[in-house]
């Protein structure tokens, strides 16, 4: 199995920032992709950023030019960085991991990070 570990998510003021990061176990090969999601209070769950391996990376366009997402490969950790966050922001921020390694071939989920953003 592979645990995900999340952290970095608070409480903002409008218009501050955050910066969350995941890691997932440095001794797996094989990520294709880490991404983040995000649930709002009833709300589906949706996609916020994904970093895709030798691929540029894809935003929603609610958070085009505001989130940035990276990748420290050698740390397998992926990073959000959110700035300019508006009360619309506010959600649980869970991480992704898409694995094609031969053996955990899989897609994984970190228990989610609480973003509360005030008015």
């Known amino acids: 199995q592979v645990q995900l570990v999340e952290s970095g998510g608070g409480l903002v003021q409008s218009g501050g920032s955050l910066r969350l990061s995941c890691a997932a176990p440095?001794?797996?090969?094989?990520?294709?992709?880490m991404g983040w999601y995000r649930q709002a209070p009833g709300k589906q769950r949706e996609l916020v950023a994904e970093?895709?391996?030798?691929?540029?990376?894809n935003y929603a366009d609610s958070v085009k030019g505001r989130f940035t997402i990276s990748r420290d490969n050698a740390k397998n950790t992926v990073y959000l960085q959110m700035n300019s966050l508006q009360p619309e922001d506010t959600a649980v921020y869970y991480c992704?991991?898409?694995?094609?390694?031969?053996?955990?071939?899989?897609?994984?989920w970190g228990q989610g990070t609480q973003v509360t953003v005030s008015s």
């Open positions: 440095e001794s797996i090969f094989g990520i294709y992709s």
């Open positions: 992704n991991a898409d694995i094609r390694d031969l053996v955990l071939y899989g897609v994984y």
């Open positions: 970093d895709i391996s030798n691929s540029a990376p």
